[in-house]
């Protein structure tokens, strides 16, 4: 095979500009690194890369060409391959190992494999197959455009400001509500802000937000009435006056989406891929069927311990603990999913061959499989490792002196909560017109606990006698110490200090919210015993790094590997 060092000529200074003219890509076949027995190709780097979804084939592409200034371009694309060939290197060493010594066969390491190597051939298939489909003929389209022009078109959806007038309950329109309703009318063709207006003397949804009311249909309305209103109205967004059953309206239209359903050309197109679709998952469906029932896999319905053989695919056994352990904590029903899904990715496998070029699928195949054997080593070699409290120590101080192991600001936070009574309301113009008095209500409760704040009992007792005087639901809730804000609440909750008050905030038109801040436990450096499980965990971690970086480099030592190009110095 070429070696690559043919392809990329060394370099030693890396002030050196080359404007030769690029070459071609680096044959598949050339080498990137050696040891004793073996070899890594560019196309076993390329089979790593394509496995891994690995984004740099350019790579590999430009190491050929010399236009380029090596200390600015080329040189960190070199380092990138170098240690690319590294990590491949050491997949294919660790594969001829297992495979010299016969290290004892893994059904759950083999499908794992599989199932990686499936993961992204099948989607490869499913696009082959669907463009060499045919056009549908006229009776295969047929289904599918019934079935898609049966689908109601999108209905319009106005979104509108409002202000609403209702009439007293149990009365009519009477003269002096339109007069009113003429008034407002009159006040805005005269310039007068539409929000400003709404929040004044709306009594209807949206009241709070400049009378906004958001995109609907006219189903989507609170009220049929109010829903035939606006969209009744004219699209020309001027303010208009419309008299019903239930009040005074006047609406401003603010935005139009007009009911559509898609054209013929957008029909037949929306029909052919729906076709296309279900025809590409037809032939899978049915190939995979044939393979599953020409392989004669067995599944044993008598399975109940461990050890007992659950399922058999061509010559490979699973028991019912590895299954088990390859689908923890799934339900029976899920299970049996789980089964034809290993069965499926069992028989896909072994067939991969018949529909990709077979020495593709072979490099992909060794590629999966080596990268399941080099995990098994990393975690036999590290099983077990353990720390001493003196390298806890070490990271903890280390830590501590660059400022971290720091807890965050903890506040005692109070919750008063002011709505109808009883609670919930169904948007009627009566209802609503009640909600009027509920800010009011809200800021005469925040003056009359703001003293008490500090006192979560006294505080709770307040709200609860406040509660029993009003005809508001007042009630009060002790969240506890808490380092995240509260709903609603938001970036306020980090600059709120022991004793203070939130604003009175609105989530919906029907509550409302006064967070108070009982205490505060500020910042501080965690101690050790507290701190000692994020500290052993990261001098776990650090051993496990260390320990297996010096396992690779000793292993490639052993082997005497080497690279086949040179990687300029920074």
């Known amino acids: 095979m070429p070696r690559l060092c043919h392809l990329i000529p060394h370099f030693s ?8 003219v690029p070459a071609d890509p680096p044959d598949p076949g050339a080498v990137l690194a050696t040891w004793e027995g073996g070899e890594l190709t560019v196309e076993d780097l390329q089979a790593r890369w ?23 371009e080329r040189a960190p694309r070199l380092q990138t391959l170098a240690d690319e060939a590294r990590e491949a290197s050491l997949d294919l060493i660790l594969l001829e190992r297992s495979e010299r010594e016969n290290w004892p066969a893994d059904p759950l390491a083999m499908h794992r494999a599989r199932r990686l190597l499936v993961s992204r051939h099948l989607p490869l298939w ?10 549908p003929t006229s009776e295969e389209l047929g289904p599918h455009l019934d079935e898609i022009s049966q689908q109601p078109p999108v209905p319009e959806r106005r979104s509108a400001r409002l202000i609403f007038l209702p009439v007293e ?23 007068e802000d539409f929000g400003a207006l709404a929040e004044e003397l709306s009594q209807g949804p949206g009241w709070s937000r400049g009378g906004h009311l958001e995109p609907m249909t006219e189903e989507q309305a609170p009220w049929p009435e109010l829903g035939h209103a606006i969209f009744a109205a004219p699209e020309s967004g001027e303010p208009v006056i419309s008299v019903g059953e239930m009040g005074v309206y006047i609406i401003e239209i603010e935005s139009v989406e007009p009911a559509r359903g898609p054209s013929d050309e957008e029909l037949q197109a929306i029909a052919a891929a729906s076709w296309r679709r279900d025809e590409t998952d037809r032939r899978i469906q049915s190939t995979l069927r044939r393979w ?14 461990d050890d007992d053989p659950l399922i058999t695919v061509g010559s490979d056994t699973l028991t019912l603990g590895q299954f088990r352990e390859l689908n923890p904590g799934l339900s029976a029903a899920e ?22 070029p077979p020495r593709e699928v072979e490099l992909h195949a060794r590629g999966a499989l080596a990268a399941q054997r080099r995990a098994a080593w990393e975690r036999e070699l590290t099983a077990g490792l353990t720390v001493s409290e ?9 830590t501590v002196s660059q400022g971290g192991y720091r807890t965050h600001p903890q506040r005692h936070i109070l919750l008063c909560r002011v709505m109808p009574d009883p609670p919930g309301v169904t948007p009627t113009p009566d209802s609503l017109r009640r909600l009027r008095g509920l800010d009011s209500e809200a800021k005469r409760v925040l003056g009359e606990i703001s003293a008490l704040v500090t ?11 406040l509660d029993a005087s009003s005809e508001w639901t007042i009630e009060s809730l002790d969240m506890g110490l808490t380092t995240t804000p509260p709903a609603f609440l938001g970036q306020l909750f980090h600059s709120m200090e022991a004793g203070d008050l939130s604003p009175v905030i609105a989530p919906r038109e029907d509550v409302r919210l006064i967070y108070a801040v009982a205490a505060l436990i500020p910042r501080r450096t965690m101690t050790f015993a507290e701190a000692a499980p994020l500290a052993e965990s990261i001098a776990l971690s650090e051993r496990r790094h260390a320990d297996l970086r010096a396992a690779r480099e000793g292993l490639l030592e052993a082997v005497n590997w080497e690279l086949t190009f040179s990687v300029p110095e920074p």
Do not use: K, N
Not at 13 to 20: G, H, S
Not at 126 to 135: D, N
Not at 172 to 189: I, K
Not at 390 to 398: G, I, L, P, S, T
């Open 13 to 20: 200074m890396v002030a050196v500009i080359c404007l030769a």
């Open 455 to 465: 006192s979560p009992e006294a505080f709770a007792e307040r709200i609860g006698a």
């Open 50 to 72: 394509w496995l891994s979804l690995f984004p740099a084939p350019e790579i590999l592409e430009d190491l050929a060409s010399t236009e380029h200034s090596i200390s600015t």
């Open 390 to 398: 003196e390298a806890v120590q070490r990271v903890y101080e280390a």
């Open 169 to 191: 309950p149990g009365s009519g329109v009477s003269d002096e509500l339109r007069a009113e309703g003429q008034r407002a009318l009159e006040r805005l063709e005269a310039g």
């Open 335 to 356: 299970l049996q999913g789980a089964l034809d899904e290993y069965v499926t990715v069992e028989v896909l496998a072994r067939h991969l061959g018949e529909i990709f």
């Open 292 to 305: 599953r029932d020409e392989s004669g896999y067995q599944l044993s319905e008598e399975a109940s311990q």
């Open 126 to 135: 499913e696009q082959r197959i669907e463009s060499e489909l045919p056009p």
